[in-house]
């Protein structure tokens, strides 16, 4: 009796695997298998019927008491309202013009404007979606190899969900009791060094084989006085509106609710000065984002009643003692803990993730001491957010089951098939390890920039 028992939080996570790659709904199997096992919990004796009555109690404290989630739906709107409004087209155009004697040019856009405006949309799906539907259809009507743009595309819609003001990046820093103004600064080093190895990547392969990105045939002819007001409007004005957000929270002049409120309001300020603001579309933004929001609200509950039942059968110790009765050392223990997330994000996106797997393994993470690598504890769980957000980004790019390439294809052209989109990815994958690898072995590159700025995090 004892050892099923002991069993039941595995027993837990278990069906609760099964259920979602079954297909079922993800909220729901949450709320569903937490309310399963209280049951089982309350006949074994290991579960009181009055804890039922505080899961209510619970949900607030989560929920109405966090600083962090009122963010959220002002953030979506931010990032729906920029899409939906034609922003960032003219973005790709402008860029692309900035851009158009280098080799690629259309390519390197899209990674540019995947850092500008992939934080801000939120989901991995919304975020690759958008690119494609923006990006794709440009490039392939300018004879952009498939492989090549789509590959393009699915890297820049990941890239940019590890830059401030990532939505991702406020959920991670919450779970894994990481101070958000560092979180935010960490993220910034590794994400620009994968940048660059984007754009080394995409400047090589164009020029050891122009056939795959040809140039355009005719070049658009702009004044400069013209191509001066583009730009700022374009441009200058939704890069300013990102460093608005990014750096009033980590200046401390800000809450994240408020900055987030400040990035909603510029964005309707960018849709009016671009003359798309309506009625009708300001509507349609809204619609989307309260969608949105209460997909990401009605998880984040579910999860609640998951965690609460699973921490009450005392899953928190025994996955800790689990991952550590391996035996695999503190190393071993990390990058046990990395793979698991990696595959996770295969099925589902990242906010499953963080308010379902990250509590159940955030007490084992946070029992690991790599005090005489980085130099103290705090630095330590820092690193390791990053960690975890470079690695579920490279989940959801990697075949043949990344998160990301089936959005891609879902919203790319008829002639884009998916083997296009494996190989068109897979060089973008190895740069993904190499720069995970970069950040393993030289942790200064995520603690440097919160060192410097914040005196430590």
């Known amino acids: 009796m004892d050892s099923l028992i002991d069993a039941l939080p595995f027993l837990m996570a278990a069906t609760l695997a099964v259920c979602l790659f079954a297909g079922y709904p993800v909220a729901l199997t949450l709320s569903a298998v937490g309310f ?37 739906p002002m953030l979506l709107f931010m990032g729906i309202a920029l899409e939906r409004s034609g922003v960032a087209r003219e973005l790709l155009t402008c860029l692309d013009l900035l851009l158009r004697r280098v080799p690629g040019s259309l390519a390197i856009a899209v990674v540019i404007i995947g850092i500008v405006l992939a934080p801000s949309a939120g989901l991995i799906g919304a975020s690759v979606a958008t690119l494609a539907l923006i990006a794709l259809p440009s490039m392939l009507a300018q004879g952009y190899r498939i492989p090549f743009a789509s590959g393009s595309v699915a890297a820049a819609g990941t890239l940019g969900l590890i830059f401030p003001p990532g939505l991702m990046l406020f959920f991670l820093a919450e779970r894994l009791d990481v101070r958000l103004g560092p979180m935010f600064l960490a993220t910034v080093v590794p994400g620009l060094l994968l940048t660059v190895l984007y754009v080394v990547y995409l400047l090589g392969r164009t020029l050891a084989d122009p056939a795959v990105a040809p140039r355009s045939a005719k070049p658009e002819t702009i004044s400069a006085v013209q191509f001066t007001v583009y730009a700022l409007r374009s441009l200058a004005l939704p890069l300013l509106l990102v460093f608005l957000v990014l750096g009033s929270i980590v200046a401390g002049i800000a809450t994240p609710t408020q900055s987030s409120a400040v990035g909603a309001a510029g964005a309707i300020l960018l849709m009016a000065l671009n003359r798309s603001l309506s009625f009708r579309l300001f509507y349609e933004v809204a619609m989307a984002t309260a969608m949105m929001t209460a ?24 996955m800790t003692d689990a991952l550590y009765g391996l035996g695999l050392g503190r190393w071993g223990t990390l990058l046990s803990v990395l793979g698991l997330l990696f595959v996770m994000g295969f099925f589902i996106d990242w906010i499953e993730i963080t308010v379902i797997v990250l509590p159940i393994v955030a007490p084992a993470l946070g029992a690991l001491d790599f005090t005489d690598y980085l130099g103290s504890p705090d630095l330590s769980m820092l690193w390791i957010a990053v960690l975890v957000a470079l690695n579920l980004q490279a989940s959801f790019l990697t075949p043949p089951f990344g998160f990301a390439l089936f959005f891609l294809k879902g919203a790319a052209p008829p002639e884009v098939k998916l083997e296009a989109v494996y190989r068109g990815v897979a060089p973008f994958v190895v740069l993904q390890v190499v720069g995970i690898a970069l950040v393993l072995l030289f942790p200064l590159l995520a603690t440097w920039l919160p060192l410097y700025a914040f005196g430590s995090p």
Do not use: C, H, K, Q
């Open 36 to 72: 399963l096992f209280f049951a089982v919990g309350y006949l074994f004796d290991l579960i009181p019927l009055v804890a039922l009555f505080n899961l209510p109690l619970r949900m607030y404290s989560n929920l109405g008491e966090n600083l962090i989630y009122p963010a959220v």
């Open 295 to 318: 997909m990401v609200f009605l998880i984040i509950m579910a999860a609640t009643v998951f965690s609460f039942v699973f921490i009450f059968l005392g899953g928190g110790d025994a």
